[in-house]
Each structure stands twice: as C-alpha cells, then as structure tokens.
C-alpha cells in the first residue's frame, strides 16, 4: 500500500505532465463542501484527493461529504479524482488511474 507522500507525490507528477497547475494541500470550500485537498488547479478547477488512513482523511471526506462532491462535479464545472489507498496496489497503478481520469476530463471538456 502507498503512503500519502508516496501517492501525492505520484498524482502531482501525473497531473503536472498533463499541464496542471497543482498546489497542494488546499483548503476546498465550494457550496458547503469543505475540506483539505491534496492537489488542486483552481483556474482549470481541477484537483485530486488520495483517501488514507495515514492522514485521516475518511474522517475529513466521510461519506455524506464525498457525495456532495461528486453532486458538484455535475452541476458546477469541477472535477476530484478521487482514489482511496485500498483501490490501488502500486505507484503505477494509481498512475493509470489518473491518466484515465485526466483523459475523461479533456474528453468532456473537449480540450487535449
């Protein structure tokens, strides 16, 4: 299992290759929704969280909390990857993951 520098580390580079502007360890605030973000570009409104138990971050985003995210990422112009440290084995693991995500983003957004 990744530690929370090991898997921020590997979504900055993931996210910074791809053209973001990434500054870490945000405070988010967006109707009602607050908590620390572990990578955002807020003028492309773009960012990630990686969900340990390192850094308790299940108690930051608990369940009622990450939906009302994802009810953002539909109706505000705004995308989280989202990724808790269970669903992924390796660096490169969560780097596919990411990379799929970005190129759904720019699918959607109709940018490369």
């Known amino acids: 299992m990744l530690s929370e520098a090991q898997g921020c580390a590997v979504l900055r ?15 988010f605030s967006e109707e ?7 990578g955002w570009d807020a003028a492309r409104r773009v960012g990630y969280e990686f969900l340990t ?18 009810v953002l990422t539909t109706q505000v112009h705004l995308h989280f990857f989202l ?6 084995d390796s660096e490169d693991d969560l780097a ?10 720019e699918k959607r957004r109709g940018t490369p």
């Open 13 to 27: 580079r993931v996210f910074e290759r791809r053209g973001y502007t990434i500054e870490e360890n945000v405070s």
């Open 32 to 38: 009602n929704v607050v908590f620390n973000a572990d």
């Open 53 to 70: 138990d390192e850094a308790e971050d299940h108690l930051d985003l608990p369940p009622e909390r990450l939906a009302q995210l994802e």
């Open 83 to 88: 990724v808790d440290e269970k669903q992924v």
């Open 96 to 105: 596919w993951a990411a990379q799929r995500f970005l190129g759904e983003v």
